[in-house]
């Protein structure tokens, strides 16, 4: 088990489990004896429980993808990386030019629109 603090202050356990699917941390871990809370700046607490609950469970949702992928790059949590973008990209199919920006906040210019 080791402790983290996401960037909006979080504390979570993680199972060794976590640790290892997301080869960020298990570097991180190995490499430390720390006994406190290692922070993790970039990560958001419901990006990190979304990718807890998917590598603990097998379960996840495809909503708000964006951060969520970002989040699993920057762990380098690869196979979850994978099923995220599996999902958006089957998520695409059949859908026209102007669904596809829309979905992802695009003008025509290619700008996001948020």
């Known amino acids: 088990m080791a402790s983290v603090v996401t960037c909006d202050g979080k504390l979570f356990e993680l ?22 809370a290692t922070p993790i700046p970039n990560i958001h607490s419901n990006e990190l429980q979304r990718i807890i609950d998917y590598i603990e469970f097998g379960t996840l949702k495809n909503e708000n993808m964006g951060p969520l992928l970002v989040a699993c790059d920057y762990l380098n949590c690869d196979e979850l990386l994978d099923t995220g973008c ?29």
């Open 15 to 36: 199972s060794e489990k976590v640790i290892h699917k997301c080869k960020i941390l298990e570097y991180m871990f190995e490499e430390s004896s720390t006994v406190f």
């Open 86 to 114: 599996k999902m958006v990209a089957d998520g695409l199919q059949g859908r026209s030019m102007t669904e596809i920006r829309a979905m992802f906040g695009l003008d025509n210019t290619g700008r996001v629109t948020f």
